[in-house]
């Protein structure tokens, strides 16, 4: 089994070998780590909805172009 450290240099080593040094930099940049603390913020507004309302709200954001999401330029 590999470490953390050699999956994550394999990972990095398959990104530049696929993309080139400067999209695989690029591609990393795209990614951000974010800020705050997820699973206590999301207490303030999940704990306020029913399960009927979250999929209802969920239900309402879906669009049949869903699988073009990623069709993205990342620049």
Do not use: C
Not at 7 to 15: H, M, Q
Not at 24 to 33: E, K, L, N, Y
Not at 48 to 73: G, P, Q, V, Y
């Amino acid at each position: 089994m590999k470490t953390q450290n050699e999956v994550l240099d394999s990972g990095y080593k398959a990104l530049v070998n696929a993309l080139g040094v400067v999209d695989a930099i690029r591609f990393i940049q795209h990614f951000s780590p974010g800020y705050g603390d997820y699973t206590k913020e999301r207490h303030q507004w999940l704990d306020k909805l029913s399960m009927n309302d979250f999929l209802a709200e969920m239900r309402k954001h879906k669009t049949n172009d869903d699988a073009d999401n990623f069709e993205e330029i990342i620049e």
